[in-house]
């Protein structure tokens, strides 16, 4: 049996054989990837979707248990979506997605913390798409003034957590954001209650 490519090894162990990889299509944020394969049963199949590199969803808490969203404009989407502060590493040269996760900070609410966590990893629309998003916890969050791409309609909305489980659940935010949040929930009650403590 030939080997599947060293991305696939949960391929290899169910039997699925590797024939031919192509990229009709590149882009310096993405591309889009062919493989041609033999199943188990002996047919063959083809899979066609995008191959991108790992993105960071950081989850900002200021000193005062505030969670800070940012409502910005999406022009694919042609609406505004609430959000927390994310990034691809499309055009990172580094190694630790930390550092990644600190530069999307600064450059989407200013934002910088002494105090980052990993929190886990996830997966989106893993039927057209490879990415692994992971998802940090940036405590004690300073916001400054924000350092925007060309292409980025941001504002800064630090709220309660309520309010922002509220947004995230009503339906005009953007579905792995509020994925995020809903997630950790537990976690971020826990952090705000001790931040409201009485000191």
Not at 69 to 90: C, K, M, N, T, V
Not at 126 to 149: C, R
Request: glycine fraction near 8%.
């Amino acid at each position: 049996m030939k080997k599947i490519s060293k991305d696939k090894p949960n391929a290899q162990l169910n039997g699925w054989e590797l024939l031919h990889t192509d990229y009709p299509y590149s882009h310096p944020m993405f591309r889009l990837r062919r493989d041609r394969l033999n199943l188990p049963n002996g047919s063959e199949s083809v899979f066609t979707y995008v191959e991108k590199g790992p993105a960071v969803f950081i989850i900002p808490v200021t000193p005062e248990g505030e969670i800070v969203l940012i409502r910005q404009f999406r022009y694919i989407a042609d609406r505004w979506s609430w959000e927390i502060p994310a990034g691809g590493s499309h055009d990172f040269d580094g190694e630790d997605l930390a550092d990644l996760a600190r530069r999307e900070l600064w450059e989407e609410i200013g934002g910088t913390t002494k105090a980052l966590r990993h929190l886990g990893t996830f997966c989106g629309a893993s039927g057209v798409l490879n990415q692994t998003f992971h998802v940090y916890l940036a405590e004690d969050v300073q916001i400054s003034n924000q350092h925007l791409e060309a292409t980025e309609v941001i504002e800064v909305h630090p709220m309660s957590l309520n309010k922002a489980l509220g947004l995230m659940r009503d339906g005009d935010a953007d579905a792995f954001d509020a994925y995020v949040l809903l997630r950790y929930e537990p976690l971020l009650r826990e952090l705000v209650s001790k931040a409201n403590e009485p000191s």
